[in-house]
């Protein structure tokens, strides 16, 4: 197998509509005005936090373009074109994320390689006779080599195609890259909206989505798998009530624990991060809410270095440091003031 063979073509139950998306009106405001007066720029750069509909709203775009019978100005789901969408099937969609390694896990870059076989299935006549739309999924992961392929693609499009850029942190993307690109800037959500999309949509148990939506922080990233959620919560808030490691054997049982996922930042450690902000809102004299975390939250700078250490873990295991290091620098920062 190829050490840059691309991510296998993801199948979904069914084919998103623009309609369906919450929280996003100004997108979906400006993408149906492209629509209508035949205006769309060729390149669309979705930006905004992880989990508020860019991926969902990309799909639907698409799948609007293909539909044989839009119904008001939307994707009807039923014809030849959507079913192929949802199948991950039509000829004239391709979406790339991450490139996949000699073992089959999803690398966490995207390769000169995926932009290049971009750049011949955009050049290629559309099979079904209309537009061609490719969806870079996770476009902030593109390498530098891929970014500057990308750019000629970017300067001189096909005629009739379309590239989708999904993206959460556009500051990764080269300038050059985003300035050839028209800017679509997606809204963090709201409580209520999380809450609503988790219960009635995907319906989860009602204290799972209220428990998602306060710790969704504007998407809806990881409140997906509420199951997860509530055991990492839980991990979470264990370790903030344990009252701290106290000797390097307690350090290194805690740096252990806390890695609880191979590589990338541990949930547990992005929703520790959460609780010990909110202790300095607390300790700030902000309104609490119920997840503040009990106990004692020591002076102002005691609260303020927690999150600051916090942080800093967080960083490094996304950079692929040291994991056991940094996640015992981070307890032996933290541990003596947490109780």
């Not at 969609?93 to 896990?105: T, Y």
């Not at 409580?191 to 209220?210: H, K, N, P, S």
């Not at 902000?286 to 700078?301: A, C, I, N, Q, R």
Request: aromatic share 2%.
């Amino acid at each position: 197998m190829s050490g840059r063979q691309s991510a296998p073509a993801v199948r979904i139950e069914r084919v998103p509509r623009l309609g369906e998306v919450l929280g996003q009106d100004h997108v979906l405001s400006m993408l149906r005005q492209g629509l209508e007066r035949r205006t769309l720029h060729h390149a669309l750069l979705f930006v905004g936090p992880e989990g508020v509909g860019k991926r969902t709203t990309a799909l639907a775009l698409a799948a609007r373009l293909f539909c044989a019978s839009p119904r008001e100005d939307d994707a009807c789901g039923d014809c030849a074109a959507c079913v192929q969408v949802a199948a991950g099937s039509h000829p004239d969609l391709r979406r790339e994320s991450f490139a996949v390694d000699d073992r089959g896990q999803p690398r966490e870059s995207m390769v000169i390689d995926q932009v290049r076989g971009v750049q011949l299935f955009l050049g290629a006549q559309a099979l079904a006779g209309g537009r061609k739309v490719a969806i870079l999924e996770e476009a902030h992961a593109l390498t530098e080599d891929a970014q500057n392929a990308l750019l000629k693609t970017l300067e001189e499009p096909p005629r009739g195609s379309l590239i989708l850029l999904v993206c959460h942190n556009a500051s990764r993307l080269a300038a050059t890259v985003r300035s050839r690109c028209q800017r679509v800037a997606f809204s963090p959500l709201g409580r209520r909206t999380i809450e609503t999309l988790l219960a009635a949509r995907l319906g989860v148990a009602a204290q799972d989505a209220r428990l998602g939506s306060l710790y969704a922080e504007g998407g809806l990233a990881f409140a997906c798998e509420p199951a997860r959620l509530r055991e990492a919560h839980e991990h979470a808030s264990r370790l903030l009530a344990a009252g701290g490691p106290r000797s390097y054997v307690d350090v290194a049982a805690a740096a252990k624990d806390v890695l609880s996922t191979p590589r990338g930042v541990p949930l547990e450690l992005k929703l520790l991060l959460q609780l010990l902000r909110r202790r300095l809102r607390a300790r700030a004299g902000v309104e609490e809410t119920d997840l503040t975390p009990p106990g004692k939250t020591g002076t102002l700078l005691d609260a303020l270095r927690d999150v600051e250490a916090t942080y800093a873990a967080v960083v490094d295991l996304g950079r692929n440091a040291n994991r056991r290091l940094a996640a015992e620098r981070l307890w032996l920062r933290i541990g003596e003031r947490i109780d």
